[in-house]
């Protein structure tokens, strides 16, 4: 228990730092088709490096954001990352391939996400079509109505949405259906 205190009092006390640092970093994940066995695209996945203590494992410092309510800060971070890597792909003549970001539940209770991602997608001049939005069931059980409008804002906008650990709450694939 007293690490788990630690743990989390570190998190906190160096969450700032580890952003100005870039101690956190963001690891892309392939994803393959598995019909094909072709690579897809990848997910970003955020890692932190902290300079004292090695990995910190996201099991580790996820949890203690969300609870402190500080995980926007982490996925607009990581968003702003896979943005800038995508500007620098685009400024070297480099490929483009579809990156997933993940948005937690209260990245919508403290923001518009999709004027968040829109604005950085504008600022880094990069096409809609390589940003996947990844949200969990858990987030689509909150507010059902809410979440289905913005999900089809954001397809609207160019955007696929996918969703993350499906079959981890409570949805059905008729509750996948109508989303």
């Keep these: 228990m007293g690490e788990t205190i630690a743990n989390k009092t570190y998190v ?3 969450f700032s730092e580890a952003l100005e640092k870039h101690y956190i970093k963001v690891y892309y994940q392939p994803v393959i088709r598995t019909l094909t066995g072709k690579l897809s695209g990848f997910e970003a996945l ?3 490096e902290d300079p004292e203590h090695g990995m910190i494992f996201p099991n580790v410092f996820i949890p203690v954001l969300e609870k ?3 995980i926007n800060r982490l996925d607009r971070y990581i968003l702003e990352q896979v943005c800038k890597m995508f500007r620098d ?3 070297n003549g ?9 948005l937690s539940a209260y990245d919508f209770e403290v923001a518009n996400p999709i004027d968040t991602i829109e604005k950085m997608v504008q600022y880094y001049r ?3 079509t390589v940003l996947h939005i990844e949200i969990t069931e858990g987030v689509m059980l909150r507010n059902h109505n809410s979440m289905s409008k913005t999900i ?3 397809q609207q906008g160019g955007y696929q949405v996918w969703m993350d650990d499906f079959g981890s709450e409570y949805s059905s694939l008729n509750s996948l259906h109508n989303y």
């Design 12 to 14: 906190l006390r160096h």
């Design 46 to 48: 955020a890692r932190w």
């Design 68 to 70: 402190a309510q500080l």
């Design 89 to 91: 792909r685009v400024d």
């Design 94 to 102: 480099l490929p483009l391939v579809p990156v997933s970001i993940n």
């Design 126 to 128: 990069i096409p809609r």
């Design 152 to 154: 089809r804002q954001f």
